[in-house]
């Protein structure tokens, strides 16, 4: 095994807690092709020593980003979801009586749509929280993904995915040939770039 690999391994692992397989050079290949064309590299191998030997911040974001996988849909996991609706939320209006105030974290959030989910179903509910002051953070290590999720626009594709009719012509608007999420409940979400080996503390409570 080439000893380029195993630190490159070591390094992706280091800095996003993704193990990949050594082994299978070629899936580390298809995922910088794109990365070493854009910086003029011969090989994966160039492209990496020159990360090594420059600390590049710009080129270390996308070469870690190139193997973080962003797959996602809408009401993703069905169940996680009427938990929320039909248990956590009516626990919350009584626990959090006083404060009156909740917040949701979406770990991983890729490109939005479980964040996105997570709002609509807060958004129906919101009659049990009248003054309330409910927020959804969402974070991700991938700016690429992050970019997405804050723009909310989505193909026809996209939305097809786990999205029931009613919510895409309740809760999105024609852009061309995508769908946007309202204002409204992109309002309700801040999204921001969060390494999950970092510490947390700064994501307050």
């Known amino acids: 095994m080439r000893e380029w690999v195993n630190r490159l391994q070591s390094y ?4 996003s807690g993704v193990l990949l397989d050594a082994d299978k050079l070629y899936f580390i290949e298809n995922r910088l092709t794109s990365l070493v064309q854009a910086y003029q590299e011969t090989d994966v191998e160039s492209l ?9 911040r710009q080129l270390e974001r996308a070469f870690i980003d190139a193997f973080l996988t962003n797959e996602t849909f809408f009401f993703r996991d069905r169940m996680l979801f009427e938990t929320i609706r039909n248990r956590l939320l009516p626990q919350l209006s009584q626990t959090k009586e006083k404060q009156r105030q909740v917040r949701f974290w979406c770990a991983a959030c890729s490109t939005g749509q479980e964040a996105y989910s997570l709002a609509m179903v807060v958004d ?3 009659s049990r929280f009248p003054g ?3 927020d959804i953070l969402a974070t991700d290590l991938s700016d690429r993904a992050l970019q997405s999720a804050k723009a909310g626009l989505y193909t026809n ?8 009719i009613q919510y895409l012509l309740q809760h999105f608007k024609r852009v061309g040939e995508r769908w946007q999420i309202q204002d409204q409940l992109r309002s309700r979400i801040k999204f921001e770039i969060k390494n999950l080996i970092d ?7």
């Open 132 to 134: 309330w002051s409910i």
């Open 124 to 126: 129906e509910e919101m």
């Open 12 to 15: 992706v692992y280091r800095r």
């Open 199 to 205: 510490p947390f503390h700064e994501a307050g409570k």
């Open 48 to 56: 990496f020593r020159r990360l090594e030997r420059t600390g590049d």
């Open 157 to 164: 594709f996209e939305v097809q995915r786990g999205l029931p």
